[in-house]
């Protein structure tokens, strides 16, 4: 059935002026001008065929076809107010699914999810690997009904986002020494051509280096575990680099509060 489009915002003076019986009133409650709210009317009036409102020496009135209407309407904004209520609830749940790449969650962002649980005993998390949407980047919101995603790259994409600090990339080895290789992956700063090894990701590169296979030039953000626990040392300092890891998310979800709070805290 063909939905009538409906006069939502003359609706809505018509409550107010048959509230009060004023126009005036009716337009402070609404913070417009008197003249407004009578334009709003009579445009009602046109649309609906009838006449709302007689003014008559004891002042406005309300025609019978307009108090016909008014019960219904009322009931009708407060069915919008629920379903308003409905579509904000997942704002305040304490539910979020994630995609990240597979070495970045294993290194860095379980832990901080683990922290952020103990504070939170009623936080939940979904994570799903990003590297299931392919090597383009691009992350389907819609597809895997996420909230946030973490992407490797020189900004937010097309969605709104915030980057995770890091010092840039390390090249990183096992302690004492390791095979004279370049182990390489997909997006690393190396001559893959060079490479002895090569593996899918920048986390099997770092694992590769600390069993000896050689030498791994990775993001700092993915080896300050294994560097701070003496799996891997660093040869040379960390050097800045163009692309990052970013936290990312279209602007209606990169609005909810329990989206904001959580990168604030991975930011942190």
Not at 28 to 38: F, K, Q, R, S
Request: aromatic share 6%; proline share 5%; net charge negative.
């Amino acid at each position: 059935m063909k939905r009538t489009h409906l006069p939502l915002n003359g609706m809505r003076v018509l409550d107010a002026a048959a509230r009060h019986l004023s126009f005036t009133r009716a337009a402070d409650e609404l913070a417009v001008t008197p003249a407004a709210v009578g334009q709003q009317i009579r445009a009602l009036e046109d649309t609906l065929g009838v006449v709302l409102f007689r003014r008559t020496t004891k002042g406005l009135e309300l025609t019978p076809e307009g108090e016909g209407g008014l019960a219904a309407l009322r009931e009708g904004f407060l069915q919008f107010e629920e379903a308003v209520r409905a579509m904000q609830a997942g704002q305040t749940s304490k539910s979020l699914t994630i995609a990240a790449p597979r070495d970045l969650t294993q290194k860095w962002l379980m832990p901080r999810l683990a922290d952020i649980a103990r504070t939170d005993g009623e936080m939940r998390f979904v994570l799903i690997s990003s590297d299931t949407f392919g090597t383009s980047g691009a992350i389907d919101f819609t597809e895997a009904n996420l909230d946030l995603a973490i992407r490797w790259g020189d900004g937010p994409g097309e969605h709104e986002g915030e980057p995770i600090a890091s010092a840039g990339m390390v090249t990183v080895e096992r302690p004492g020494g390791g095979a004279d290789t370049r182990i390489s992956w997909p997006g690393c700063v190396d001559d893959a051509s060079e490479s002895l090894v090569r593996v899918a990701d920048a986390g099997l590169a770092l694992d590769a280096a600390a069993q000896g296979l050689g030498r791994a030039s990775i993001p700092e953000l993915l080896a300050a575990t294994d560097l701070a626990a003496g799996r891997v040392v660093a040869v040379g300092e960390a050097r800045p680099y163009r692309l990052g890891y970013w936290l990312v998310a279209p602007l209606p979800q990169w609005r909810q509060k329990k989206v904001k709070a959580l990168v604030d805290a991975l930011t942190a």
